[in-house]
T-cell receptor, first 114, second 112 residues
Framework: AQTVTQSQPEMSVQEAETVTLSCTYD???????LFWYKQPPSRQMILVIR??????QNATENRFSVNFQKAAKSFSLKISDSQLGDTAMYFCAFTHFGNEKLTFGTGTRLTIIP | SQTIHQWPATLVQPVGSPLSLECTVE??????LYWYRQAAGRGLQLLFYSVGIGQISSEVPQNLSASRPQDLQFILSSKKLLLSDSGFYLC???????????FGPGTRLTVT
Protein backbone atom coordinates (compact mmCIF):
# COMPACT_ATOMS: atom_id res chain seq x y z
CA ALA A 1 0.00 0.00 0.00
CA GLN A 2 1.14 3.50 -0.74
CA THR A 3 1.72 5.88 2.15
CA VAL A 4 2.59 9.57 2.30
CA THR A 5 4.26 11.04 5.39
CA GLN A 6 4.55 14.70 6.32
CA SER A 7 6.63 14.88 9.46
CA GLN A 8 6.16 18.59 10.20
CA PRO A 9 2.69 19.25 11.63
CA GLU A 10 3.34 22.99 11.91
CA MET A 11 5.88 25.52 10.67
CA SER A 12 6.21 29.27 10.78
CA VAL A 13 8.55 31.66 9.01
CA GLN A 14 8.99 35.38 8.61
CA GLU A 15 7.60 37.05 5.54
CA ALA A 16 10.08 37.10 2.61
CA GLU A 17 12.02 34.14 3.96
CA THR A 18 12.35 30.76 2.27
CA VAL A 19 10.72 27.68 3.77
CA THR A 20 10.90 23.99 2.89
CA LEU A 21 8.13 21.51 3.66
CA SER A 22 9.04 17.82 3.81
CA CYS A 23 7.23 14.84 2.33
CA THR A 24 8.23 11.21 2.00
CA TYR A 25 6.29 8.44 0.36
CA ASP A 26 6.40 4.71 0.01
CA UNK A 27 5.50 2.80 -3.13
CA UNK A 28 6.60 -0.17 -5.18
CA UNK A 29 5.40 1.48 -8.39
CA UNK A 30 7.84 2.99 -10.85
CA UNK A 31 5.48 5.28 -12.76
CA UNK A 32 3.72 7.75 -10.52
CA UNK A 33 2.86 11.38 -9.86
CA LEU A 34 3.37 13.61 -6.86
CA PHE A 35 1.51 16.78 -5.95
CA TRP A 36 1.47 19.57 -3.42
CA TYR A 37 -1.89 21.10 -2.54
CA LYS A 38 -2.53 24.26 -0.56
CA GLN A 39 -5.59 24.72 1.65
CA PRO A 40 -5.95 28.35 2.83
CA PRO A 41 -8.41 29.41 5.55
CA SER A 42 -11.19 29.36 2.94
CA ARG A 43 -10.57 25.57 2.91
CA GLN A 44 -10.64 25.18 -0.86
CA MET A 45 -7.89 22.81 -1.97
CA ILE A 46 -5.64 24.38 -4.59
CA LEU A 47 -3.10 22.50 -6.67
CA VAL A 48 0.31 24.12 -6.22
CA ILE A 49 2.65 21.92 -8.21
CA ARG A 50 2.95 18.46 -9.78
CA UNK A 51 5.89 16.19 -10.53
CA UNK A 52 6.00 13.17 -12.80
CA UNK A 53 8.30 10.45 -11.43
CA UNK A 54 9.86 9.78 -14.83
CA UNK A 55 11.08 13.37 -15.09
CA UNK A 56 14.45 14.05 -13.51
CA GLN A 57 14.02 17.82 -13.61
CA ASN A 58 12.42 19.32 -10.54
CA ALA A 59 9.12 21.12 -11.17
CA THR A 60 8.83 24.85 -10.54
CA GLU A 61 5.88 27.23 -10.47
CA ASN A 62 6.92 30.83 -9.84
CA ARG A 63 7.99 30.96 -6.15
CA PHE A 64 7.24 27.28 -5.60
CA SER A 65 9.68 24.52 -6.46
CA VAL A 66 10.21 20.92 -5.45
CA ASN A 67 13.21 18.80 -4.60
CA PHE A 68 12.34 15.36 -5.93
CA GLN A 69 14.69 12.61 -4.78
CA LYS A 70 13.31 9.43 -6.33
CA ALA A 71 15.77 7.01 -4.75
CA ALA A 72 15.10 8.45 -1.31
CA LYS A 73 11.35 8.71 -2.03
CA SER A 74 11.39 12.29 -0.94
CA PHE A 75 9.38 15.20 -2.37
CA SER A 76 9.91 18.49 -0.55
CA LEU A 77 8.30 21.84 -1.40
CA LYS A 78 10.31 25.05 -1.28
CA ILE A 79 8.53 28.38 -1.07
CA SER A 80 10.77 31.34 -1.84
CA ASP A 81 10.11 34.93 -0.83
CA SER A 82 7.19 33.79 1.32
CA GLN A 83 4.11 36.00 1.41
CA LEU A 84 1.29 36.38 3.92
CA GLY A 85 -1.04 34.72 1.41
CA ASP A 86 1.04 31.56 1.63
CA THR A 87 -0.38 30.92 5.11
CA ALA A 88 -2.27 27.63 4.69
CA MET A 89 -2.29 23.90 5.24
CA TYR A 90 -0.10 22.13 2.70
CA PHE A 91 -0.80 18.55 1.68
CA CYS A 92 1.52 16.25 -0.20
CA ALA A 93 -0.26 13.68 -2.39
CA PHE A 94 0.67 10.70 -4.52
CA THR A 95 -0.90 8.53 -7.19
CA HIS A 96 0.47 5.95 -9.54
CA PHE A 97 -0.28 5.76 -13.23
CA GLY A 98 -3.63 4.14 -13.87
CA ASN A 99 -4.93 4.63 -10.33
CA GLU A 100 -8.12 6.60 -9.75
CA LYS A 101 -7.23 7.68 -6.24
CA LEU A 102 -4.85 10.09 -4.56
CA THR A 103 -3.13 9.25 -1.29
CA PHE A 104 -2.72 12.35 0.88
CA GLY A 105 -0.37 13.12 3.73
CA THR A 106 -1.66 14.52 7.00
CA GLY A 107 -0.63 18.07 6.13
CA THR A 108 1.69 20.80 7.39
CA ARG A 109 0.21 24.00 8.77
CA LEU A 110 2.37 26.88 7.54
CA THR A 111 2.10 30.34 9.06
CA ILE A 112 3.83 33.33 7.49
CA ILE A 113 4.63 35.95 10.13
CA PRO A 114 4.53 39.61 9.07
CA SER B 1 -11.69 26.29 -18.85
CA GLN B 2 -13.10 23.85 -16.35
CA THR B 3 -14.96 24.87 -13.22
CA ILE B 4 -16.45 22.91 -10.36
CA HIS B 5 -19.37 24.00 -8.21
CA GLN B 6 -20.70 22.75 -4.90
CA TRP B 7 -23.81 23.68 -3.02
CA PRO B 8 -24.84 24.53 -0.54
CA ALA B 9 -21.78 26.23 0.92
CA THR B 10 -23.00 25.80 4.49
CA LEU B 11 -25.64 23.52 5.93
CA VAL B 12 -26.98 22.95 9.44
CA GLN B 13 -29.19 19.89 9.79
CA PRO B 14 -30.72 18.05 12.76
CA VAL B 15 -29.84 14.45 13.53
CA GLY B 16 -32.06 12.05 11.61
CA SER B 17 -32.79 14.43 8.73
CA PRO B 18 -31.89 13.63 5.10
CA LEU B 19 -28.97 15.11 3.22
CA SER B 20 -28.29 16.00 -0.38
CA LEU B 21 -25.09 17.74 -1.47
CA GLU B 22 -24.56 18.49 -5.10
CA CYS B 23 -21.44 18.89 -7.20
CA THR B 24 -21.33 19.88 -10.86
CA VAL B 25 -18.44 20.31 -13.25
CA GLU B 26 -18.32 22.46 -16.36
CA UNK B 27 -16.00 22.53 -19.33
CA UNK B 28 -15.03 18.88 -19.62
CA UNK B 29 -16.56 15.47 -20.32
CA UNK B 30 -16.39 12.05 -18.68
CA UNK B 31 -14.27 13.16 -15.72
CA UNK B 32 -13.57 11.04 -12.68
CA LEU B 33 -15.50 12.49 -9.74
CA TYR B 34 -14.74 12.24 -6.03
CA TRP B 35 -16.30 13.00 -2.65
CA TYR B 36 -14.02 13.64 0.34
CA ARG B 37 -14.72 14.50 3.96
CA GLN B 38 -12.38 16.51 6.11
CA ALA B 39 -12.74 16.80 9.88
CA ALA B 40 -11.53 20.04 11.47
CA GLY B 41 -7.72 20.27 11.34
CA ARG B 42 -7.42 16.85 9.75
CA GLY B 43 -6.56 15.29 6.43
CA LEU B 44 -8.88 14.19 3.65
CA GLN B 45 -10.87 10.98 3.75
CA LEU B 46 -12.02 9.65 0.38
CA LEU B 47 -15.68 8.63 0.59
CA PHE B 48 -16.73 7.79 -2.97
CA TYR B 49 -15.44 8.04 -6.49
CA SER B 50 -17.00 7.57 -9.90
CA VAL B 51 -15.44 6.86 -13.28
CA GLY B 52 -18.70 7.20 -15.22
CA ILE B 53 -22.47 7.66 -15.07
CA GLY B 54 -24.01 5.25 -12.58
CA GLN B 55 -20.60 3.87 -11.56
CA ILE B 56 -19.90 4.48 -7.88
CA SER B 57 -17.12 3.03 -5.75
CA SER B 58 -17.39 3.31 -1.97
CA GLU B 59 -14.26 3.62 0.11
CA VAL B 60 -15.70 3.68 3.61
CA PRO B 61 -18.87 1.85 4.72
CA GLN B 62 -21.03 4.43 6.43
CA ASN B 63 -24.26 6.33 6.56
CA LEU B 64 -23.72 8.06 3.23
CA SER B 65 -24.32 7.19 -0.42
CA ALA B 66 -23.40 8.77 -3.73
CA SER B 67 -24.96 8.91 -7.16
CA ARG B 68 -23.95 10.17 -10.58
CA PRO B 69 -27.14 10.72 -12.58
CA GLN B 70 -25.41 12.77 -15.28
CA ASP B 71 -21.89 12.90 -16.63
CA LEU B 72 -21.01 16.11 -14.81
CA GLN B 73 -23.18 15.77 -11.71
CA PHE B 74 -22.23 14.01 -8.49
CA ILE B 75 -24.54 13.84 -5.50
CA LEU B 76 -23.81 12.86 -1.90
CA SER B 77 -26.82 11.72 0.12
CA SER B 78 -27.96 10.36 3.41
CA LYS B 79 -31.37 9.16 4.54
CA LYS B 80 -30.72 9.92 8.22
CA LEU B 81 -27.84 12.09 9.37
CA LEU B 82 -25.71 11.23 12.40
CA LEU B 83 -23.74 13.63 14.57
CA SER B 84 -20.57 12.02 13.23
CA ASP B 85 -21.49 13.14 9.70
CA SER B 86 -20.51 16.71 10.56
CA GLY B 87 -17.52 17.95 8.62
CA PHE B 88 -16.28 19.69 5.52
CA TYR B 89 -17.21 17.92 2.29
CA LEU B 90 -15.15 18.42 -0.81
CA CYS B 91 -15.95 17.36 -4.35
CA UNK B 92 -13.15 16.93 -6.89
CA UNK B 93 -12.70 15.94 -10.50
CA UNK B 94 -9.82 14.62 -12.56
CA UNK B 95 -9.35 14.22 -16.26
CA UNK B 96 -8.02 10.69 -16.13
CA UNK B 97 -6.59 8.05 -13.91
CA UNK B 98 -3.32 8.93 -12.27
CA UNK B 99 -3.74 12.66 -12.77
CA UNK B 100 -4.17 15.58 -10.46
CA UNK B 101 -7.56 16.32 -8.96
CA UNK B 102 -9.24 19.72 -8.89
CA PHE B 103 -11.41 20.59 -5.94
CA GLY B 104 -14.61 22.52 -5.45
CA PRO B 105 -15.12 25.16 -2.74
CA GLY B 106 -16.59 22.65 -0.29
CA THR B 107 -19.69 22.37 1.91
CA ARG B 108 -19.52 22.83 5.64
CA LEU B 109 -22.06 20.48 7.25
CA THR B 110 -23.03 20.72 10.90
CA VAL B 111 -25.34 18.08 12.31
CA THR B 112 -27.04 19.22 15.51
Amino acid sequence: AQTVTQSQPEMSVQEAETVTLSCTYDTSESNYYLFWYKQPPSRQMILVIRQEAYKQQNATENRFSVNFQKAAKSFSLKISDSQLGDTAMYFCAFTHFGNEKLTFGTGTRLTIIP
Amino acid sequence: SQTIHQWPATLVQPVGSPLSLECTVEGTSNPNLYWYRQAAGRGLQLLFYSVGIGQISSEVPQNLSASRPQDLQFILSSKKLLLSDSGFYLCAWSLARGHEQYFGPGTRLTVT
